[in-house]
């Protein structure tokens, strides 16, 4: 059974720190996404990686970084969060030639 | 910009009568894919229709595909109380190293109740 992780369901942050959000995906996919789900846009693509190492920004990419160090492994970094980045996030990842993507459960984030 | 707008936006229906959701878009697209999102949760992939198909049929879903008129309809037959979620039309592109992109509209809420 595939399977997207993603390393905590509830954040709570204050403005100014530093945020990483994990995800762990075991299905060995090349591709990996990171969305933000706001009410009434949709999901918006923040950053995504077809390969390790490997970055391209999505639509949505000022005040977010990522990180793929490990094919299993991609981490979105907010480097000082502020209040407009409260919202869910949500990863995602696909195999090459393969287009459904596979989600993880989501990470809501709250900055105060 | 959102490539993908689902109507409407928000459905409800009682069980066992059908459903049907709508997506319009804008550009040519590789494939077309639909998602359900449970409340507060991930999204699961239902369905992809590719550019050169007209209809597909999962179970009791059928999704149809209407390219000269950028648009898609997603069918839930015989309704059921656990088909409460939100769906997705999600739009793809496809890269050359074989990603592809999504695009993905802001969704209708479905309720069927009991």
């Known amino acids: 059974d595939v399977k997207v992780t993603q390393s905590s369901r509830y954040l709570v942050k204050r403005t100014g720190e530093k945020v990483f959000l994990e995800c762990v995906q075991d299905m060995d996919h090349e591709n990996m996404f990171w969305y933000r789900q706001d009410p009434g846009l949709g999901l918006r693509l923040i950053y995504f990686s077809y390969d390790v190492k490997m970055k391209e920004k999505g639509d949505i990419p000022e005040g977010y970084s990522v990180s793929r160090e490990k094919k299993e492994r991609f981490s979105l970094i907010l480097e000082s969060a502020s209040t407009n980045q409260t919202s869910m996030y949500l990863c995602?990842?696909?195999?090459?030639?393969?287009?459904?993507?596979?989600f993880g459960p989501g990470t809501r984030l709250t900055v105060t | 910009s959102q490539q993908g707008e689902e109507d409407p936006q928000a459905l409800s229906i009682q069980e066992g009568e059908n459903a049907t959701m709508n997506c319009s878009y804008k550009t040519s697209i590789n494939n077309l894919q639909w998602y359900r999102q449970n409340s507060g949760r991930g999204l699961v992939h239902l369905i992809l229709?590719?550019?050169?198909?007209r209809e597909k049929h999962s179970g009791r879903l059928r999704v149809t595909l209407d390219t000269s008129k950028k648009s898609s309809s997603l069918l839930i037959t015989a309704s059921r109380a656990a088909d409460t979620a939100s769906y997705f039309c999600a739009t793809a592109f496809l890269f050359s190293g074989g990603y592809n992109k999504l695009i993905f509209g802001a969704g209708t809420r479905l309720a069927v109740h009991p």
């Open positions: 995602a990842s696909s195999g090459t030639h393969r287009y459904e993507q596979y």
């Open positions: 229709i590719r550019s050169n198909e």
